[in-house]
């Protein structure tokens, strides 16, 4: 089969040959429609993870067909099927188990002509969505809506910030909350992209380049109840001044680096509830897939480019030009 390959640390992947995986127990064989590009793909190029065996096939959304099963599966063979990347999670709710793992690092990932997962990370394509569209949904659907819903416990009516919009995962916060009745605002570098999530139903959009940002939350937009952050770095204490005593802030990712200092007497005084989050459970799967479906929510796809020619994406999302998922077509 073809596979777009990382062949070391450092490199833009390149489109080559690689042997099918073999069919082993409990689990099945999809043909790969479309798959979707993640930070974490664009991270590996650059050494960030520990541990990478090269050469290695990234790739942690897909969707597709079911094209050969396992003894015990066939009710699954020639199904439409999205894929779950959150693997191994354990028992617990509250937090995945020492063995969890994500798609696409050890385990091949989706960004190849076909794959093989268990059959317990298989889910029904949604009716109203296209292949391309359904593979922009697993791995940023389900980090929003671990962070919104199981973390922070968004109610209806709440006032809720979504910093760094344009990313899949923000934006999959923002039409997650509106579906649940929540008033939002964003954060972004870029008016236009703030422009476009007003678009999509955001009541207000900021730059956090600005340096007073987070008064003009305040001011025009009201303090937050809950914020959902995939950035850190110096701008989480913006959403800490920015919040409601007794608000929730979440955050899922760092991309704008560590935190230097923490303000732990405006965290204890406001009584904030700081939450950590990571991808999410196979019931917050089943839920974040539910809800796409109940609301029908389609996913903003950036664009659709070749697998083969996927360096162009990689290079796209790591200089921040998307604004939604970049989708790979093999």
């Known amino acids: 089969m073809n596979c777009l390959v990382l062949e070391t640390e450092g490199s833009l992947p390149v489109w080559r040959e690689m042997p099918s995986p073999a ?13 979707a590009l993640n930070h974490r793909d664009v991270w590996m190029t650059k050494g960030i993870y520990p541990g990478v065996v090269y050469p290695v096939v990234p790739g942690s959304d897909g969707s597709g067909q079911v094209v050969e099963v396992s003894e015990g599966n066939r009710d699954w063979l020639h199904r439409e099927v999205i894929i779950n ?14 063995g969890f793992t994500i798609l696409g690092m050890p385990r091949q990932g989706t960004f190849a002509e076909e794959i093989v997962v ?8 949604p009716s109203h969505l296209s292949m391309q569209q359904a593979a922009a949904l697993p791995l940023a659907g389900l980090t929003a809506y671990r962070a ?39 954060t972004s570098g870029s008016p236009e992209k703030l422009e476009r999530a007003v678009a999509l139903g955001a ?10 940002w987070f008064n003009q939350v305040v001011e025009r937009f009201g303090r937050i109840h809950v914020a959902i952050d995939g950035s850190g770095g110096s701008g989480f204490l913006g959403l ?58 389609q ?32």
């Not at 069919?23 to 429609?33: I, S, T, Y």
């Open 23 to 35: 069919l082993e127990p409990g689990c099945v064989r999809v043909k790969l429609a479309a798959a």
């Open 299 to 330: 996913p903003v796809v950036d664009q659709v480019v070749a697998m083969r020619d996927g360096a162009s994406a990689f290079r796209r999302m790591d200089e921040a030009r998307q604004f939604g998922k970049i989708v790979l077509a093999p």
């Open 85 to 98: 990347p959150s693997c191994d999670w354990g028992k617990s709710e509250a937090a995945q188990a020492a």
């Open 118 to 125: 268990p059959v317990s990370q298989l889910a029904s394509l």
């Open 240 to 297: 800490i001044d920015a919040s409601e005593p007794g608000a929730r802030i979440v955050n899922y990712g760092g991309t704008a680096g560590p935190l230097e200092s923490l303000p732990m007497r405006k965290v204890f005084w406001n009584q904030l509830n700081l939450l950590g989050s990571t991808m999410g459970s196979p019931a917050d799967f089943a839920a974040m897939t539910s809800l796409v479906t109940q609301h029908r929510i």
């Open 148 to 186: 919104l819903f199981s973390r922070a416990k968004v109610q209806k009516g709440e006032r809720v910030l979504i910093t760094g919009i344009g990313g899949g995962v923000a934006l999959f916060a923002l039409q997650f909350a509106l579906a649940a009745g929540a008033q939002v605002a964003v």
């Open 203 to 212: 009541e207000a959009g900021f730059l956090y380049t600005d340096p007073a």
